[in-house]
């Protein structure tokens, strides 16, 4: 069965600190992946997706095939990053499957 | 990316009754689609709506709980039928966002959501 896992329904660190943001996937076959992000009383959004290899406010997510694993890392937390994340996954198809989420809190 | 437009952004509601969510795209889309969010859990997705057809619904989503109307191709409604409590969710319209990269085809653009309460 196709499934996205964040194991981290809350994630709290210290403003400076490096953090990594947990997402396995389930599927058999070529995924294209995703995190969005959604910050206080704003509306879901991309942040970044796996084909870009691109770095977005200071995030990078690599996708490793062989631990099924897209995990989202920055080095250097910042206060503004507080916000809920979401992994999602695609098919190929229509449907996007999304993960939990995990709120992550990043105290001054 | 497109921009979309829903409405209401929240309600209360009483159990038994029906309400109609709209979603408004500022440009033409294939498809449009229904997400719910539950308190505390992801984003499920309920149906794809398709201009001139009828829409696509997930499993453990049916037609006579969530009605979908897709008149054009910038505008959908979702109905959430006969509410319970359960139906208590935040339901979201989201469109593939426009992007240069034909790869960018599978990025969702969301609305702001649609908060309902159902008591």
């Known amino acids: 069965a196709q499934r996205v896992t964040q194991p981290e329904k809350l994630l709290s660190v210290f403003k400076g600190a490096p953090v990594e943001l947990k997402c396995n996937y389930s599927?058999?076959?070529?995924?294209?992946l995703f995190w969005y992000v959604q910050y206080s009383r704003q509306r879901l959004q991309l942040l970044l997706r796996?084909?870009s290899r691109e770095s977005i406010k200071g995030f990078t997510a690599d996708l490793n095939k062989g631990e099924t694993s897209f995990h989202l890392k920055k080095p250097f937390a910042q206060e503004e990053d507080s916000a809920m994340y979401y992994c999602a996954l695609n098919t190929g198809g229509f449907k996007t499957i999304f993960g939990a989420g995990t709120r992550l809190f990043v105290k001054a | 990316s497109a921009v979309i437009s829903q409405k209401p952004s929240r309600d209360i509601c009483q159990r038994g009754t029906s309400l109609t969510i709209q979603c408004q795209v500022d440009s033409q889309v294939t498809m449009m689609f229904w997400y719910r969010q539950q308190p505390g859990q992801s984003l499920t997705l309920i149906a794809t709506a398709n201009q001139g057809s009828e829409a696509t619904y997930e499993s453990g989503f049916v037609i006579d709980k969530f009605p979908i109307s897709r008149p054009n191709l910038t505008f959908s409604t979702l109905t959430v039928s006969n509410m319970s409590p359960e139906d208590s969710s935040i339901y979201l319209c989201?469109?593939?966002?426009?992007?240069?990269?034909?790869?960018?085809?599978?990025?969702?653009?969301f609305g702001a959501g649609s908060r309902l309460t159902v008591l």
């Open positions: 599927y058999s076959g070529s995924p294209e």
């Open positions: 989201s469109v593939r966002a426009a992007m240069k990269e034909g790869s960018g085809a599978n990025v969702l653009t």
């Open positions: 796996h084909i």
